[in-house]
């Protein structure tokens, strides 16, 4: 899922008039500037694309496409980093004994873009204005919130009401719980603000509409000054066209799974002065979200989904091996995640066959599809257009499933469209992702409490309101071992009613112009582009 927020579909209105008003003049002519190895010559650029347009940095309205940007305006609190949380603009942080506050102390001599100080009365002003925002339902950190007390300039303290072992957690998503400056703020408006103004290495500089976004060296930046004066984002929205400007040189490099597929990776990297590299870790999990409220209530039938499904074959068919069958709903390495599942479904066709028939679905033999009272066995599968790799992998999936009589619709649809759909429970199957380390496993089940596909699902399974009171319970415990014992019963319900189907782990890779890049090294994180990360060719 993209789901650094389940509550995108409350972000209609776009920021293109906040961003004509916080930088640099505003063009809506065709582009002007240099390419890539003619810039390079004057000054230090580094030019990337992405596949939507950059019109929308308000933090709470950005899509995957547009986490390219997260790291060059803002930064947050803290970090993630392998495992371990690691200080950004706070310096250092505890907890009360009783784990009701999380006191922060704040790093000092640090200023916001536009020059406002970066202190606690800044840090409150930005949480309090979160805190009513229905964006952050699903972010216990700010939604448990009872208050914010400034203790000294650089010291503040957030108060709950009980303890939860995932509150810090909860302060390292790298697109949402950053700070901006207050002056950008206002009261009541979550859809936009007014400017883009965080204090991150980069400061927002133009747009030109349809063609690119400019961001330049913040020259005040409290941490190592980056390499680069300059990144200039394109927007090119087709992916051939993407490989063609990485190869002219018009671009220096593409970032992420969601922009390449494995085979616009190996096309890439079979050029003349292109390389490539994958992470090492994995992102998230490519996962299918069963209705089990429509066609897919007979557990059976979610069973022979399971079944039918060859995750070798996808593996190795769509991404060269590089992203491998997920066995689990998360990677390894998630806290909490490391249970023992009660049931184990591998590819078995004759199983998912078996299955069909004690569900009472006959293949037709002249359309080969099961039907069952008069009626067909079809399924439509709805997925995020702009994931690169979604539509061939709906087709592979939709040919895999005919193979035991089921029909399968797929539907590509814009984000908010996506989205909105899921959450109404219009779908039979949805590519529903996980998400990073920090927000796994807790922030993939607290959306089933409200906003998410599961919801129109669970009520049609058998001992869903139990397994929805756990989802509440591990809200208000910081006892680890209890905490394990929910997850073991969360992870295990969800997988024997086949709530979830886990389908590969994915990987994150870039490719890029060796005459500018020598290479990359990716984070814990590797969905979140970072471009200090990047070794320059000397």
Same mark, same amino acid.
């Given at each position: 899922m993209?789901?650094?927020?389940?509550?995108?579909a409350?972000?209609g209105? +776009?920021l293109?008039g906040?961003?004509?008003?916080?930088?640099?003049?505003e063009?809506?002519?065709?582009?002007?500037?240099?390419?890539?190895s003619q810039?390079a010559?004057?000054?230090?650029?580094?030019?990337?694309?992405v596949g939507?347009?950059?019109?929308t940095?308000?933090p709470?309205?950005?899509?995957?496409?547009n986490n390219i940007?997260t790291k060059?305006?803002?930064?947050?609190?803290?970090n993630?980093e392998?495992?371990?949380?690691?200080?950004c603009?706070?310096?250092?942080?505890?907890?009360?004994?009783d784990g009701?506050?999380?006191?922060?102390h704040?790093?000092e001599?640090?200023t916001?873009?536009?020059?406002?100080?970066f202190?606690a009365e800044?840090?409150?002003?930005?949480?309090?204005f979160a805190?009513p925002?229905?964006?952050?339902s699903?972010?216990s950190?700010?939604?448990?919130l009872e208050?914010?007390e400034?203790?000294?300039?650089?010291?503040?303290?957030?108060h709950?009401p009980?303890?939860y072992?995932?509150?810090l957690?909860?302060?390292?998503?790298?697109?949402?719980?950053?700070?901006?400056?207050?002056?950008?703020l206002?009261?009541g408006n979550?859809?936009?603000?007014?400017?883009?103004v965080g204090?991150?290495?980069?400061?927002?500089?133009?747009?030109?509409?349809?063609d690119y976004?400019r961001?330049?060296r913040n020259e005040?930046y409290?941490g190592?000054?980056p &390499?680069?004066?300059?990144?200039?984002?394109?927007?090119?929205?087709?992916a051939s066209?993407?490989?063609?400007?990485l190869?002219s040189?018009?671009?220096?490099?593409?970032?992420?799974?969601?922009l +390449?597929?494995?085979?616009?990776y190996?096309q890439a990297?079979?050029?003349?002065?292109?390389?490539?590299?994958?992470?090492?870790?994995?992102?998230k999990t490519?996962n299918?979200?069963?209705?089990?409220?429509?066609?897919?209530?007979?557990?059976k039938?979610?069973?022979?989904?399971?079944?039918?499904?060859?995750?070798?074959t996808?593996?190795e068919?769509?991404?060269?091996?590089?992203e491998?069958?997920a066995?689990h709903l998360?990677?390894?390495g998630?806290?909490?995640?490391?249970?023992e599942?009660?049931?184990?479904?591998t590819?078995?066709?004759?199983?998912?066959?078996a299955?069909?028939?004690?569900?009472?679905?006959?293949?037709?033999?002249?359309?080969?599809?099961?039907?069952k009272?008069?009626q067909?066995?079809s399924?439509?599968?709805?997925?995020?257009?702009?994931?690169?790799?979604?539509?061939?992998?709906?087709?592979?999936?939709?040919?895999q499933l005919?193979?035991?009589?089921?029909?399968?619709?797929t539907?590509?649809?814009?984000?908010?469209?996506?989205?909105?759909?899921g959450v109404?429970?219009n779908?039979?199957?949805?590519?529903w992702?996980?998400?990073q380390?920090?927000?796994?496993?807790h922030?993939?089940f607290?959306?089933?409490?409200?906003?998410?596909?599961?919801?129109?699902s669970?009520?049609?399974v058998?001992?869903s309101?139990?397994f929805l009171a756990?989802?509440e319970?591990f809200?208000?415990?910081?006892?680890?071992a209890?905490?394990q014992?929910i997850?073991?019963?969360?992870?295990n319900?969800?997988?024997?009613?086949v709530?979830?189907?886990p389908?590969l782990?994915?990987?994150d890779?870039i490719?890029?112009n060796?005459?500018k890049?020598a290479g &990359?090294?990716?984070?814990?994180?590797p969905?979140?582009f970072d471009?200090r990360?990047i070794?320059?060719?000397?």
């Amino acid at each position: 899922m993209k789901k650094r927020l389940l509550s995108l579909a409350l972000c209609g209105a +776009l920021l293109c008039g906040a961003l004509a008003g916080c930088g640099g003049n505003e063009t809506t002519s065709a582009s002007q500037e240099p390419s890539s190895s003619q810039a390079a010559e004057e000054s230090k650029i580094l030019t990337t694309a992405v596949g939507a347009e950059l019109n929308t940095l308000y933090p709470l309205n950005m899509d995957v496409q547009n986490n390219i940007g997260t790291k060059l305006c803002y930064e947050g609190l803290v970090n993630y980093e392998i495992g371990d949380i690691v200080p950004c603009l706070a310096e250092s942080w505890e907890f009360s004994d009783d784990g009701t506050a999380l006191t922060f102390h704040l790093k000092e001599g640090v200023t916001f873009h536009d020059g406002t100080p970066f202190n606690a009365e800044a840090v409150k002003t930005d949480f309090e204005f979160a805190h009513p925002n229905p964006n952050f339902s699903n972010i216990s950190a700010v939604a448990k919130l009872e208050s914010i007390e400034v203790v000294d300039e650089y010291t503040v303290t957030f108060h709950y009401p009980n303890a939860y072992f995932a509150y810090l957690m909860d302060f390292c998503y790298p697109e949402t719980m950053v700070l901006v400056s207050p002056a950008v703020l206002e009261e009541g408006n979550y859809q936009s603000m007014n400017g883009v103004v965080g204090t991150g290495p980069y400061v927002y500089e133009e747009i030109v509409d349809g063609d690119y976004v400019r961001f330049v060296r913040n020259e005040n930046y409290w941490g190592e000054q980056p &390499y680069y004066d300059e990144v200039i984002v394109k927007y090119i929205p087709d992916a051939s066209a993407r490989l063609q400007a990485l190869q002219s040189g018009e671009i220096d490099l593409i970032y992420g799974s969601a922009l +390449l597929t494995w085979d616009d990776y190996q096309q890439a990297t079979s050029l003349p002065n292109i390389a490539g590299a994958v992470a090492e870790s994995d992102s998230k999990t490519r996962n299918l979200v069963l209705n089990a409220s429509g066609v897919l209530s007979d557990l059976k039938v979610r069973e022979a989904v399971a079944y039918a499904i060859d995750k070798e074959t996808l593996s190795e068919g769509l991404t060269y091996g590089e992203e491998t069958p997920a066995d689990h709903l998360f990677p390894d390495g998630i806290p909490y995640t490391d249970v023992e599942l009660n049931v184990i479904r591998t590819y078995d066709p004759e199983k998912a066959n078996a299955l069909l028939d004690e569900a009472g679905w006959v293949i037709n033999e002249s359309t080969g599809i099961r039907e069952k009272d008069g009626q067909a066995l079809s399924l439509k599968y709805t997925y995020d257009s702009g994931d690169a790799l979604n539509k061939s992998l709906a087709t592979a999936v939709k040919s895999q499933l005919a193979a035991v009589g089921i029909n399968v619709e797929t539907e590509g649809q814009e984000m908010m469209t996506w989205w909105q759909e899921g959450v109404a429970g219009n779908y039979d199957l949805i590519m529903w992702n996980t998400e990073q380390p920090y927000t796994s496993p807790h922030n993939y089940f607290i959306p089933m409490l409200s906003r998410s596909p599961h919801v129109p699902s669970l009520p049609a399974v058998e001992g869903s309101d139990e397994f929805l009171a756990l989802i509440e319970e591990f809200q208000t415990t910081d006892d680890s071992a209890r905490v394990q014992e929910i997850f073991d019963q969360l992870l295990n319900f969800d997988n024997d009613n086949v709530l979830d189907l886990p389908l590969l782990f994915v990987k994150d890779m870039i490719v890029y112009n060796t005459d500018k890049i020598a290479g &990359y090294d990716f984070s814990s994180t590797p969905m979140f582009f970072d471009v200090r990360l990047i070794q320059p060719a000397e």
